[in-house]
């Protein structure tokens, strides 16, 4: 503990000083983040990849807003199609996790060539996946659509729709792969930026292409995925341009051009371990949310509520820990374990203040929160009672998130995946189920369930953290 008071003190920045750090993590001011002070190197990392994931998390809402204007069927497509690409969105997850495993241990280890010859197996990965994947999409994408249960009339009218998004499964994985890169080599200003210009482009081409201007009608419901596949497309040249042109510690040269089947057995191994992780959590976000559907339809709106407001908080919170993967990924490659394991313990107290400040506003103000979002009382005491319950948990989840990105970091992605599998498929599902139904809480039950379940991952990841063989973990 005296070693983070002395780091937490050795830096008390003046107004000046503090602008001057947020320019350098915008700006993007190349660092050692082993040699870097770790609340400065913390701030840094953290700042772009929250705005990065509050960008990510705006494709939907942005396509959701203008698509509404076209109709049932219209929204439907999105949701229907959405739940399919989220199988992309587990893989991309599990490479950006392997990119940033990877990458940072060798920037830890000053190693910047053999930096460029793993992120180019990775792009070459990566999109070998992703062309078969688009290719499989575009060609049965009205079957996809039927098996999620979509009526002939919604086929009909979005199958197009859905070709589109599953042939711009490239970009999807590329952005979250590149991205992963860049966070590792301390370079998170890169990805944020290129989600800047993703969204950028999807606001500004989602209502003239699906509405038209003057005399031109649109694309109409097709128009939402040209416009959020070529923003992403974008984003993507973006990155592509910053790999190759030379000019940053990670780069791609001729030399690095150069298949390595070890390297790609490597990131293999580790995207599983990443998609695992997203999978299961995602599995256990369905299950518990067909739970809450038998409640009506209040309560399913209720509880969407709630989990809109939270994510908002939890962004933040995925962002300081996001900084802890890529300072445990390169302290362990310089052969720095206790910086790195100070960095993980010196994040999760900054993580635990912010998660519970957040935590008194929703204990005080929930329903004023939720009154934002709907004015039926049905509805509001549902979500302000998620709220509250979920909240007293997040002093927990702080503790948790940060945890997990480190085991991430370390490139150890199996542990976090086992221990979602045992906590929130094991537990948390029929714990929710076992006080919802047999013991009539109703959805007020799904939500203890979530509360409880999300503190025990955290106990049961710092329980892990604490034994250390992620130190020895080899990447």
Known sequence: MNSIRSEDSS????????????KDALLGKEQDFTRLPLKTAIFILALPMILEMMMESSFAIVDLFFVAQLGEYAIATVGLTESVIVLTYALGFGLSMAATALVSRRFGEKNYQDAGSVTFQLLLVGAIISIVLGILGWTFAADLLRLM?????????????AKIVFAGNTAILLLFLCNGAFRGAGQAHHAMRSLMIANGLNIVLDPLLIFGIGSWEGFGLDGAAIATTFGRSMGVLY????????????????????????????IIVLSLGGMGQSLIDSMSWVALTRMNAEFGSA?????????RILIFT???????????????GQNLGAQKTKRAELAVWLTVRYNVIFM?????????FSKQLVSLFTSIPEIGDVAA????VIALGYVFFAVGMVLTQAFNGAGDTKTPAWINAAVLLGLEVPLAYLLAFP??????????????????????SLYFFRKGKWKLNKV
């Open 11 to 22: 830096l008390i920045p003046s107004v000046f000083m503090t602008w001057q750090l947020i």
């Open 149 to 161: 249960g979509a009526e002939e009339q919604l086929i009909e009218s979005g199958s197009n729709y």
């Open 239 to 266: 990155q592509l341009y910053h790999l190759f042109n030379g000019k940053h510690k990670l780069k791609i040269l001729r030399e690095n051009i150069a298949l390595s089947w070890e390297t790609i057995n490597k």
């Open 299 to 307: 309560a399913l709106a209720g509880y969407t509520i709630a989990f």
């Open 314 to 328: 939890i962004l933040p919170a995925w962002g300081l820990s996001g900084a802890a993967a890529t300072l445990v």
């Open 356 to 364: 519970a400040s957040v935590t008194a506003i929703y204990l005080l």
């Open 385 to 388: 009672q998620g709220l509250w």
């Open 439 to 460: 013991l009539e809480l109703g959805y007020v039950g799904i939500f203890i369930a979530i509360a409880t379940c999300h503190s025990l991952h955290a106990l049961v």
